[in-house]
């Protein structure tokens, strides 16, 4: 049997916490529950999830639709493209079949790359290896969730690039079925036609899609709309030691408040989550931190873990924790006792890379 390999390589970086990366959780589901219902797509379709944040991973490994177990998704800091692509690379040769003279081989994988940020490592040797050895044999579709992705950087390893600019939970489900509507008109042609055709981009701007040419061709507005649009801390609880990440985000562009709202560094709160301990496996070590200054954030959350009042102290060793009515706490980040006083205004932490 041939098999039509379906990858999704997924951004987990911090700005996906929370909401996004639940859609993406669920939409995933979606994806396999209803190419289960597609009698082509149930002989052909095998799935494989990567996830990359700082470090790229396989979270579920190539298998049928009946096999496939929806992988929970993580998060880190940081955007590795570059480590995404080569794991992506290393599974296509281990893992899909190539046509020799004896055998005939897999059809050619699919990959849906879903980002929302720029990439943190250097992802051009990543990018040569694509074009050298895989571009040909492979198509890779880019989604970029907003506009803060590096779009002339996809270009290079997509064809095409998507925007999906409305984020909202509908117009994500849409997209959410473009993509099993699409997988499933491929594994039905591949079986007409017994040959690979590229994945058809007729029905894009239904689901809230746009093709995205290299920014050179934008005007100047969406060029400048890829600042970044959120900030994220990590801190640790003082009661239980455990992780939690903040987000601020910038307010969404209201029509006609576009350059007010550029000329303006202010980020909303959005919410304050719990994080795994595997943040830190799947956040890059050698990551240099952008200061922000918040003054800029508006507002402050309990802590997502324990409850205490905030989860915006900060530690003389410069990291981030709660605190509730004590006066004195001890830092879960470098164990000294720490004396806090009320009102020590405006400072400067250490933001995440998104
Ligand atoms: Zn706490
Ligand atoms: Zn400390």
Known sequence: MRRLPIFFVIDVSESMTGEPIELMEKGI?????????????????????????????????????????????????????????????????????????????????IVFLITDGKPTDDPSQAITRWQDKYAKNASLIAITLGLNADIDILNQVANPVLALENTDKNQFFKFIEWVSASVKAQSQMIELDNKNSPVSLEKVSNAGLRIMGNTSELNNHEASASDSSCVTLTGRCSSNRRPYLIKYAKPKLVEGMERFIQNHQYYHLEGAYKLEESYFEWSSDNYVAEQVDTSSLDGIPPCPQCGNQSAFAMCGCGKLLCIGDEDIVMCPWCEKSIKFSQGSGDFSITRGQG
């Open 29 to 109: 589901e979606n994806i396999v529950s209803s190419l289960r219902q597609d009698p082509h797509s149930l002989e052909t379709v095998f799935i494989s999830v990567i996830a990359f944040a700082g470090k790229a991973k396989t979270i579920a490994p190539l298998v049928d639709l009946i096999s496939f177990y929806p992988p929970k998704i993580p998060v880190g800091g940081g955007t590795s493209l570059g480590s995404a692509l080569n794991v992506l690379m290393d599974e296509i040769d281990t893992n899909v079949k190539k046509t020799t003279y004896e055998t005939r081989g897999d059809w050619e994988p």
